[in-house]
């Protein structure tokens, strides 16, 4: 009966959440009640596509979709294709329209997105003059850095005057030059933030020569200016971080980098000192004072080597003479007039070696071992 009763294939149900569980499937389970009764729903994870927020207990939302009969536990319940808040279904809608048509316009493309001056010296705030949103945005600005200049222009963030005022404080900060620029407000319902959703609105920060970081509402809330922008901060704080580089961290750094450098440096000139010291040592090696020096030192030793040499081989002479000595001694006459023989000359010192070479009356001279005695001779006897 269900499946063929046409009506129930396209019902809308009104009523609070409740039991509200995301399944790890990516399917969501939730009770729809009011004060007359209840009905359990069920939105498959092929279906969430309709599904622009998350879904919590307590929240008054409208679920569109089929009733079927779920057969294990014999109910029948709601199968759930879209659901809208209660009250912001025809903004939804109108949200979604906007969104597609500027996303086809290539409003939200990358290449158009504008990068975040990392190092800022003044910085355009468009929000409203009093809140939470301002009051963070300043404080965490001048806590990461006290020096940073902030531009507020006090838009009107909500109602009929929003848009106009929120576009003026966009063209005004631009003409001021500032650095970057945070648009946003504190959170709110759909209708609070309805006017960062307008084209208007849209276009004025698309065409922004400045980089512009939205900050709307809470981490859950979208805008379309969220999706403009060159940069989307989750809260107007988080905006105020990302825009404003801390002082406190970029000093640190420069301390850490300085002391890198120094160890760096200190390593550097070790190493071209010992490289010098190392040159100096070649240089000394190569200079002609100790080219000098080392011929001096290599001619000590060659003279050295030439006396050794010298005097082993005078030793070995002297040895070779001694013989000799030893073997002319065993020659010598001298020698032999130690053995009581004598040496006999005539008178011009002609050795007289036979009795054949004096005559009679021939005066000689003989030498013994302690001396010499002349002679004459006055007879000859042959043998």
């Not at 939200?108 to 910085?123: A, D």
């Not at 963070?136 to 848009?163: F, S, T």
């Not at 940069?231 to 406190?248: F, I, K, Y």
Request: net charge neutral; proline share 3%.
């Amino acid at each position: 009966m269900f499946t063929q009763d046409y009506l129930l294939q396209s019902v809308f149900v009104k009523g609070e959440v409740s039991n509200c569980k995301y399944h790890t499937s990516g399917h969501i389970y939730f009770t729809l009640k009011d004060p007359k009764g209840t009905i359990s729903c069920v939105m498959f994870a092929g279906n969430r596509k309709g599904l622009s927020f998350r879904m919590q207990d307590g929240q008054q939302v409208i679920v569109g979709g089929s009733v079927d009969v779920y057969e294990r536990d014999g109910k029948y319940q709601v199968y759930a294709k879209q659901i809208v808040l209660d009250g912001a279904g025809q903004l939804y809608e109108k949200f979604e329209a906007l969104k597609r048509e500027l996303e086809e316009l290539g409003m939200f493309s990358e290449q158009f997105k504008q990068p975040i001056p990392k190092y800022v010296k003044t910085l355009g705030v468009v929000t409203a003059r009093t809140g939470a949103a301002v009051r963070d945005v300043i404080q965490i600005a001048k806590r990461r850095n006290p020096y940073v200049q902030i531009i507020l222009y006090p838009a009107i963030v909500q109602g009929e005057e929003a848009v106009p005022s929120i576009v003026n404080g966009i063209h005004a900060l631009e003409q001021l030059g500032v650095d970057v620029m945070i648009v946003g407000r504190g959170g709110g319902s759909i209708e609070d933030l309805w006017a960062f959703n307008e084209r208007a609105v849209a276009e004025a920060v698309f065409n922004c020569s400045i980089p512009i970081i939205s900050a709307v509402g809470h981490e859950t809330d979208t805008t379309i200016i969220d999706y403009v922008a060159d940069l989307r901060a989750p809260t107007p704080s988080a905006a105020a971080e990302l825009a404003v580089w801390d002082l406190g961290s970029l000093l640190e750094g420069l301390s850490s980098t300085e002391a890198a450098l120094t160890a760096n440096m200190i390593r550097c000139i070790s190493r071209k000192r010992d490289a010098i010291k190392s040159l100096e040592r070649q240089l000394l090696r190569m200079s002609p004072t100790s080219k000098i020096r080392g011929y001096r030192q290599y001619h000590a030793q060659l003279g050295e080597q030439l006396e050794a040499s010298f005097e082993k081989v005078l030793s070995k002479k002297r040895h070779s003479l001694e013989l000799y000595v030893e073997r002319l001694k065993g020659l010598s006459p001298l020698e032999r007039l130690k053995g009581g023989y004598s040496y006999v000359e005539d008178e011009n010192g002609r050795n007289v070696r036979s009795v054949q070479k004096v005559q009679e009356g021939d005066l000689l001279r003989i030498h013994f071992q302690d001396g010499q005695a002349l002679a004459r001779v006055e007879g000859l006897l042959e043998e």
